[in-house]
C-alpha cells in the first residue's frame, strides 16, 4: 500500500477518541454495507474482513502521523483499496473490478465525498438493515447480526451485553449467515406492499435491540447503554431514510430517546437501582428529551396509531412531570387503556395494574392483577410478586406483604434488586413485630 | 538522538496482529491514547522521531546485492510494525516509556534497544545485553 496521504504530521491536540466519537465503528458499519452490495451477500464475512483490515490499518498509522483530515473519507478510501486488491486475487470477484473501479473513478480530486455518493451509502445501510431484520432469521440471532455488521461490535462486546459465552454468539453469527445463504435472502430494499410489512419487522427488532440495552436486567452497564445509542441511531437512520420515515418510526425513535434519557438518573452512586420515585430528575439528559419530543409530534402525522405511539406517549407523561408528584396518572393510564388493547401482553397489563393504584388506591390495582389474561405466566416474574407486595404494604397487609417480598426476592436476577426487595421485606417484617 | 551521550534507545514494536481481533471501537480507543501518548513524549523531548513500517518490503542480500526478494519477511507475530527514537537518560527509563504503551493491554510487544555509541564492530567483541522485552 501506498504512505496514507492526507495525513496531518503534526499530532492532533484531542485523541481521535474524542475527536470524532465512535468514527471507527460507524464507518465500518457503512464500509460493510456498500462493500456487501459489491461482492454479495453471500460474502458478507468478506466485507466486514476488508473493513476490519483497513481498520487495522488505520490503527497501525494514525498514532504515528496523527489523525488524517478526513479521517471518514480516509477509511473509505483505504477499504476501497483494500477491496480492490481482494477482487484482483480472486478469480470470482474478477467481474467485480470494473464496478470497484468504476467508484473509484467517481472520486473527484477535491472532494472525498464523490467516492461514494451519501444517498448510496445510505441506501446500502437500510439494504443492511433489512437483510439483519429479516423475519426469516431468529429474533436473537437479528440482534446479534445487526450489532456485528451495522454496529461494529465484536462477538465478545456482544456476548458481555447477553451475558453468554463468545462461542454462543459465534454460532447464533454462523447460524444467522446461513440462512441468509439458505432463504437466499436479498440485500435490498423491499418496495411497495411488502415495505410495510418488512419495516414493521424492522421497527420489531430495533425496538427488541434497545430493550436489550434498556432492561437493566444483566450484564456489562456500559456496553448495554452503547446498544441503546446503537439502537438510536439506526432508528434515527431510519426515519431520515424516504423508504422508513414513517409516523410509527418516528414514534420508535420518540420512545427510545425519551426512555435513554433517564438513564443516568436510573442507577444511584452505588450502581443501585433508583424507582422513577427516587429519581433525581435534574440527571435526565434534556437534550435527549427534546429530541423525543419532537419526533413524538412528527408521529403525530397522519392517522394511525402503533404501540410506540402509546409508549412514547407513555414517557413522554413521565418525562413532563416535574416530579413524581405532579406526574399525571390518568392521562398516562387513558394510554395503557389503549395499549392493552393493542399490545395482549401481561406485563403491559401489569404496568397498567400499577398506573391504576397510583389513582384509586392499591385495592384497585390488586383488582386488575387479579384479573389479567393469561396472568399466569407472571408468576416467574420478580415484578409481580414485589408489586403485590407493595399493594399489600399499602394496605397494611404486612403478613401478605412480606410473603409476596420474600417469593420476589427469590426471583430476583440483580444484586440491586435484591438489596431493594430486602429493604421492603424487612420492614414488613419490622412491622408485623410491632 | 545523541549517540555522544549515549542517550538514543529506539522501542520496536513487534507484530502485526495483535490488533488483529480488536473491535473497532478498542482500535480506535487504542489508536487514540497511543497518538495522545507519543504526542506527550515529543512534547517532553524524549520522543524524537516515530513511523509506522509497511509489512511488506524487499531484501537484498547476495554479493554485490544480486539476490532481491519480495515479500514480508518475519513471522507477522515478530515482524517490526513501527518505531519510536527516545532520547532519555538510561535504560530504565526507557523501558518504563515501553510499559506505558498502550497497546500492552491487547498483547502488543515491545523491544527496547540502546543505540550503540561506537560501531560494536570497532571494539573488542564483548558480551552484550539481551534486549529487554516489555510484555503483556
Same mark, same amino acid.
Given at each position: 500500500?501506498?504512505?496514507?496521504?492526507?495525513?496531518?504530521?503534526?499530532?492532533?491536540?484531542?485523541?481521535?477518541?474524542?475527536?470524532?466519537?465512535?468514527?471507527?465503528?460507524?464507518?465500518?458499519?457503512?464500509?460493510?454495507?456498500?462493500?456487501?452490495?459489491?461482492?454479495?451477500?453471500?460474502?458478507?464475512?468478506?466485507?466486514?474482513?476488508?473493513?476490519?483490515?483497513?481498520?487495522?490499518?488505520?490503527?497501525?498509522?494514525?498514532?504515528?502521523?496523527?489523525?488524517?483530515?478526513?479521517? @471518514?473519507?480516509?477509511?473509505?478510501?483505504?477499504?476501497?483499496?483494500?477491496?480492490?486488491?481482494?477482487?484482483?486475487?480472486?478469480?470470482?470477484?474478477?467481474?467485480?473490478?470494473?464496478?470497484?473501479?468504476?467508484?473509484?473513478?467517481?472520486?473527484? *480530486?477535491?472532494?472525498?465525498?464523490?467516492?461514494?455518493?451519501?444517498?448510496?451509502?445510505?441506501?446500502?445501510?437500510?439494504?443492511?438493515?433489512?437483510?439483519?431484520?429479516?423475519?426469516?432469521?431468529?429474533?436473537?440471532?437479528?440482534?446479534?447480526?445487526?450489532?456485528?455488521?451495522?454496529?461494529?461490535?465484536?462477538?465478545?462486546?456482544?456476548?458481555?451485553?447477553?451475558?453468554?459465552?463468545?462461542?454462543?454468539?459465534?454460532?447464533?453469527?454462523? !447460524?444467522?449467515?446461513?440462512?441468509? !445463504?439458505?432463504?437466499?435472502?436479498?440485500?435490498?430494499? *423491499?418496495? /411497495?406492499?411488502?415495505?410495510?410489512?418488512?419495516?414493521?419487522?424492522?421497527?420489531?427488532?430495533?425496538?427488541?435491540?434497545?430493550?436489550?440495552?434498556?432492561?437493566?436486567?444483566?450484564?456489562?452497564?456500559?456496553?448495554?447503554?452503547?446498544?441503546?445509542?446503537?439502537?438510536?441511531?439506526?432508528? /434515527?437512520?431510519?426515519?431520515?431514510?424516504? @423508504?422508513?420515515?414513517?409516523?410509527?418510526?418516528?414514534?420508535?425513535?420518540?420512545?427510545?430517546?425519551?426512555?435513554?434519557?433517564?438513564?443516568?438518573?436510573?442507577?444511584?452512586?452505588?450502581?443501585?437501582?433508583?424507582?422513577?420515585?427516587?429519581?433525581?430528575?435534574?440527571?435526565?439528559?434534556? *437534550?435527549?428529551?427534546?429530541?423525543?419530543?419532537?419526533?413524538?409530534?412528527?408521529?403525530? @402525522?397522519?392517522?394511525?396509531?402503533?404501540? =410506540?405511539?402509546?409508549?412514547?406517549?407513555?414517557?413522554?407523561?413521565?418525562?413532563?412531570?416535574?416530579?413524581?408528584?405532579?406526574?399525571?396518572? !390518568?392521562?398516562?393510564?387513558?394510554?395503557?387503556?389503549?395499549?392493552?388493547?393493542?399490545?395482549?401482553?401481561?406485563?403491559?397489563?401489569?404496568?397498567?395494574?400499577?398506573?391504576?393504584?397510583?389513582?384509586?388506591?392499591?385495592?384497585?390495582?390488586?383488582?386488575?392483577?387479579? @384479573?389479567?389474561?393469561?396472568?399466569?405466566?407472571?408468576?416467574?416474574? =420478580?415484578?409481580?410478586?414485589?408489586?403485590?407486595?407493595?399493594?399489600?404494604?399499602?394496605?397494611?397487609?404486612?403478613?401478605?406483604?412480606?410473603?409476596?417480598?420474600?417469593?420476589?426476592?427469590?426471583?430476583?436476577?440483580?444484586?440491586?434488586?435484591?438489596?431493594?426487595?430486602?429493604?421492603?421485606?424487612?420492614?414488613?417484617?419490622?412491622?408485623? !413485630?410491632? | 538522538?545523541?549517540?555522544?551521550?549515549?542517550?538514543?534507545?529506539?522501542?520496536?514494536?513487534?507484530?502485526?496482529?495483535?490488533?488483529?481481533?480488536?473491535?473497532?471501537?478498542?482500535?480506535?480507543?487504542?489508536?487514540?491514547?497511543?497518538?495522545?501518548?507519543?504526542?506527550?513524549?515529543?512534547?517532553?523531548?524524549?520522543?524524537?522521531?516515530?513511523?509506522? $513500517?509497511?509489512?511488506?518490503?524487499?531484501?537484498?542480500?547476495?554479493?554485490?546485492?544480486?539476490?532481491?526478494?519480495?515479500?514480508?519477511?518475519?513471522?507477522?507475530?515478530?515482524?517490526?510494525?513501527?518505531?519510536?527514537? $527516545?532520547?532519555?537518560?538510561?535504560?530504565?527509563?526507557?523501558?518504563?516509556?515501553?510499559?506505558?504503551?498502550?497497546?500492552?493491554?491487547?498483547?502488543?510487544?515491545?523491544?527496547?534497544?540502546?543505540?550503540?555509541?561506537?560501531?560494536?564492530?570497532?571494539?573488542?567483541?564483548?558480551?552484550?545485553?539481551?534486549?529487554? $522485552?516489555?510484555?503483556?
Amino acid at each position: 500500500m501506498n504512505p496514507p496521504q492526507n495525513i496531518d504530521h503534526e499530532p492532533p491536540a484531542a485523541e481521535v477518541s474524542q475527536a470524532v466519537e465512535h468514527l471507527f465503528r460507524h464507518e465500518g458499519g457503512k464500509m460493510v454495507a456498500t462493500l456487501t452490495r459489491i461482492f454479495g451477500l453471500e460474502h458478507l464475512t468478506l466485507a466486514e474482513d476488508v473493513v476490519q483490515e483497513a481498520l487495522a490499518r488505520a490503527l497501525q498509522t494514525w498514532p504515528f502521523y496523527g489523525v488524517p483530515k478526513q479521517p @471518514a473519507a480516509w477509511i473509505m478510501r483505504t477499504s476501497r483499496n483494500l477491496a480492490l486488491d481482494v477482487v484482483r486475487r480472486r478469480a470470482v470477484f474478477r467481474q467485480k473490478e470494473a464496478q470497484i473501479v468504476q467508484l473509484m473513478e467517481r472520486e473527484s *480530486p477535491s472532494s472525498d465525498k464523490a467516492i461514494f455518493p451519501e444517498q448510496e451509502i445510505a441506501d446500502d445501510r437500510l439494504r443492511m438493515m433489512f437483510v439483519c431484520c429479516h423475519p426469516l432469521i431468529p429474533s436473537e440471532a437479528q440482534a446479534a447480526l445487526a450489532l456485528k455488521t451495522l454496529c461494529g461490535f465484536n462477538v465478545r462486546e456482544i456476548s458481555r451485553a447477553f451475558l453468554t459465552t463468545e462461542a454462543a454468539i459465534a454460532k447464533r453469527l454462523v !447460524r444467522a449467515k446461513q440462512k441468509i !445463504r439458505q432463504a437466499k435472502i436479498r440485500f435490498e430494499i *423491499p418496495v /411497495g406492499e411488502e415495505l410495510g410489512r418488512r419495516l414493521d419487522g424492522v421497527l420489531q427488532s430495533l425496538y427488541l435491540l434497545f430493550n436489550e440495552g434498556y432492561k437493566a436486567s444483566s450484564g456489562d452497564r456500559l456496553v448495554r447503554e452503547d446498544i441503546c445509542q446503537e439502537a438510536i441511531r439506526l432508528t /434515527g437512520l431510519l426515519v431520515e431514510h424516504p @423508504a422508513g420515515n414513517q409516523p410509527r418510526t418516528h414514534a420508535l425513535l420518540a420512545l427510545m430517546l425519551l426512555d435513554a434519557a433517564r438513564i443516568p438518573a436510573r442507577v444511584d452512586g452505588q450502581g443501585n437501582l433508583l424507582l422513577l420515585k427516587e429519581q433525581d430528575r435534574s440527571f435526565w439528559n434534556q *437534550p435527549m428529551l427534546a429530541r423525543g419530543m419532537f419526533h413524538l409530534a412528527q408521529s403525530a @402525522a397522519g392517522k394511525e396509531i402503533s404501540v =410506540y405511539h402509546l409508549q412514547a406517549g407513555i414517557a413522554a407523561c413521565h418525562s413532563a412531570a416535574k416530579d413524581y408528584e405532579s406526574t399525571d396518572w !390518568r392521562q398516562i393510564l387513558s394510554l395503557y387503556d389503549q395499549l392493552v388493547e393493542l399490545d395482549h401482553s401481561p406485563v403491559v397489563a401489569l404496568n397498567r395494574a400499577i398506573v391504576l393504584a397510583n389513582i384509586h388506591g392499591p385495592k384497585a390495582g390488586l383488582d386488575a392483577i387479579g @384479573a389479567i389474561r393469561d396472568g399466569e405466566v407472571l408468576n416467574t416474574y =420478580y415484578l409481580l410478586h414485589a408489586v403485590l407486595g407493595e399493594f399489600e404494604a399499602r394496605l397494611r397487609h404486612s403478613k401478605a406483604a412480606a410473603r409476596h417480598f420474600q417469593k420476589s426476592l427469590e426471583l430476583a436476577e440483580t444484586r440491586s434488586e435484591e438489596q431493594f426487595l430486602a429493604k421492603r421485606l424487612r420492614a414488613c417484617e419490622d412491622q408485623i !413485630r410491632n | 538522538m545523541n549517540t555522544e551521550t549515549n542517550n538514543g534507545y529506539m522501542l520496536l514494536f513487534r507484530g502485526n496482529e495483535w490488533y488483529k481481533g480488536l473491535s473497532p471501537e478498542e482500535m480506535q480507543s487504542v489508536s487514540g491514547q497511543w497518538m495522545a501518548w507519543f504526542k506527550r513524549l515529543s512534547e517532553q523531548g524524549k520522543a524524537i522521531a516515530g513511523n509506522p $513500517l509497511e509489512p511488506e518490503g524487499r531484501m537484498v542480500s547476495g554479493k554485490n546485492g544480486r539476490v532481491i526478494a519480495d515479500g514480508p519477511f518475519a513471522e507477522s507475530k515478530e515482524a517490526i510494525g513501527g518505531y519510536f527514537l $527516545l532520547n532519555v537518560g538510561s535504560f530504565d527509563e526507557a523501558v518504563a516509556i515501553a510499559k506505558e504503551c498502550p497497546g500492552l493491554p491487547y498483547g502488543a510487544k515491545i523491544e527496547v534497544r540502546h543505540i550503540a555509541s561506537v560501531c560494536p564492530m570497532s571494539e573488542e567483541p564483548h558480551v552484550r545485553a539481551e534486549p529487554a $522485552l516489555a510484555q503483556a
